[in-house]
């Protein structure tokens, strides 16, 4: 899913060649950012799955409730992976309200009962964690 909002935002910044060149500049940034963090995120996911294969804290009578491993809850990284690519692709305070969204995915996701308080917080601290560092690697590629 997230692959295919990755190609739509990127078809969206070349069609929006009629903005100002500071908007599209700032769009460039996210995706920028984005994109790797997301490759990067979605292949750490999957090898932490596979490698501590950690079972869903379902009960029989949950209709949302998989048999995959549940740590760490892949929709909380990827919320939170756009959320700090913004912040960090847009740099403007206001932005950081965004974060809001991570959190209310988090919970949704305990509240479903398919993932636990250590699965979502692992999950947020992945997500805030490789797009920054990825940005302080390559600050000077994503600035261009």
Known sequence: ?????????VGIY?????FRYEKRLLLKGFLKILLPSFLVNILLVLLIKVVYPVPRPCTMDNPFCMSDPSFPSGHT??????????VLGYRRKEIILLYILPFLVAVSRVMLGVHTVADVGAGIIIGIVIPLVLYMRFKEWFRK
């Open 1 to 9: 899913m997230w692959t295919g909002v990755s190609l739509i935002l």
């Open 77 to 86: 990284v990827s919320i939170t992976t756009a959320v700090t690519s913004a």
């Open 14 to 18: 070349f069609m929006l060649r009629r």
